[in-house]
């Protein structure tokens, strides 16, 4: 855990709490003629100040859905539902209208693709001049200065110059860059990053990695690291978090989950890594896939894919309990 805020130190309710952000039996829902999905069930996780939460599972498991929930940003289709808290302060006692406040400066969130963040037919140095003269209240003289700033804190070279360039006159690893400098621009508790370097060749996303762990030593932020490449999340997780069909399966520090997975699902996704000592052409897959979600479902949501699966599993809902001191696993088959 590290301390070092670089400016806005937090307020008096920020210190109160060890923990940045707090996420407490968390559902979405989406209703249509077909009946109701409930795409995220019963999410409950914690995250440190300073620490890195690792969130994994294959894709329409819920992760990113979770991630919108935090942010204000499920589609209005969509029903949430739960507590979330950031640094001690719940989001439901904060008024609706103060949520562009809460998104850019105290969560703030990178995507895969860095395109959806900017607007292509505006300077990036004006792009995060912006976000300060909105958030921090900064003139735009002042803003625009520290924006030229940011983007050397990002690493972008010449930033003063670069600060007049489009979008499109930067490469994809130098967007993603200018990305990250708009969601650190305010020094926000906790920083969601969903995929954010999947679209970059494998180079740059160790560039864009390095850069967002030596930040958030020098920020002190939380952050939540949402990624199907389980290799990238060994390298920079503190806790990891396995999700399936909307819910949390097994949750343990990075160490003990890769060394010691227990949940069937999370050995399934390890067993898809390749061994350097034994690469293959092709990544075994989990045979199968993730069951529909409208409530139809008894049981175990992995029973139809689990080699262990037995008639309890398919009648008995498993829930997340602990197996040892702070390993979670949410099935019939582990004990403690
Ligand atoms: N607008 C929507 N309406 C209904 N269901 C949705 C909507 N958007 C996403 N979903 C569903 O939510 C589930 C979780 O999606 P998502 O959070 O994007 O998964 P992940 O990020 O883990 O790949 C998926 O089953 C997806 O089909
Ligand atoms: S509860 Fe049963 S079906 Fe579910 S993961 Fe455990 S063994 Fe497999
Ligand atoms: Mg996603």
Known sequence: MRSNRLESEPGPSRLASPLALEVDGLSVDFSSHEGNKRVVDGVSYAIARGQTLGVVGESGCG??????ALLGLVPKQGCVTGRI??????????AIDEWPEIRGKRIAMVFQEPMTALNPAMRIGDQ??????????LSWKEARERAVEELRLVGIPSPAE???????????????RVVIAMALACRPDVLIADEPTTAL?????????ELMQRLQDEIGMAVQFISHNLAVVSEIADDVIVMYAGQIVERASADELFSNPLHPYTQGLIATLPKIENRQDELPVIPGMVPRLDGTLKGCRFAGRCVKADSECHALIPVLRSISPGHDVACHKVRP
């Open 63 to 68: 992760k990113s859905m979770t991630a919108l």
């Open 85 to 94: 808290s950031v640094s001690g302060q719940g989001l439901s006692e904060i």
């Open 128 to 137: 995060i001049a912006e976000v300060l003269h909105l958030h921090e209240g």
């Open 162 to 176: 670069r600060a007049n360039a489009y979008p499109h006159q930067l490469s994809g690893g130098m967007r993603q």
């Open 201 to 209: 060749d494998v180079t740059i996303q160790a560039q864009i990695l």
